[in-house]
């Protein structure tokens, strides 16, 4: 499928506003991608396709999982959106014929990040974060910044995020928090 012809497709599935984000993700990620060293086409499929899921919610959720294989942890099992990136990257494959392995692991881990993740990983949680359609305190700084360091705007972004949810009483992800610990203990210390 090319790219005209996945982003055809998607529109078809998604509602207008999430189908604006996921091409605002996808124009943020190609620009990311060129100053990184990664394959636009990459990085615009990645983009794209990232919240393919985004849709599937509750109980139908939970039903692509087991048609998918997809085990379910407990913090996705009480916050069944957590899955929409494992779900996603399993549409990706069966739906739009996407192989790359890379481009399936950035749509699987942009929700929460996970440790050690690859520059298109990082690329797509990022775009998810900053797109033009983002505002929220703090995204001009955000935006500045991922073109300067990708892995500072990664920590800006965890901590912002992992705070939200302690704000809200909310069950943080234990992926979300190896992400952070790696990227400060590995990236960010090195510096
Ligand atoms: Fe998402
Ligand atoms: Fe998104």
New binding site residues.
């Given amino acids: 499928m090319t790219i005209d012809e996945i982003k055809s497709k998607l529109e078809k599935t998604l509602s207008k506003k999430r189908f604006k984000?996921s091409v605002g993700?996808m124009e943020t990620a190609v620009e990311l991608a060129l100053i990184n060293d990664v394959d636009r086409d990459k990085a615009a499929i990645s983009g794209l396709l990232?919240?393919c899921a985004?849709e599937v919610k509750g109980a139908e959720a939970f039903k692509a999982c087991e048609k998918y294989g997809i085990c379910i942890d407990e913090i996705s099992r009480i916050q069944p959106s957590l899955l929409h990136g494992s779900i996603g990257a399993e549409i990706a494959k069966e739906e739009y014929g996407i192989k790359d392995p890379h481009i399936l692991q950035a749509i699987k881990y942009?929700t929460t990040g996970r440790a050690d993740m690859d520059m298109l990983e990082k690329i797509i949680f990022i775009a998810?974060y900053i797109e033009p359609g983002r505002n929220f305190q703090g995204v001009e700084e955000a935006r500045k910044e991922a073109f300067k360091n990708i892995d500072r705007v990664m920590l800006m972004a965890l901590d912002k995020t992992i705070s939200h949810i302690i704000e809200k009483k909310g069950l943080i992800h234990v992926d979300a928090i190896n992400a952070r610990n790696f990227i400060l203990s590995h990236a960010i210390k090195c510096e």
């Fill in positions: 984000h993700v990232h919240d985004r942009h998810d």
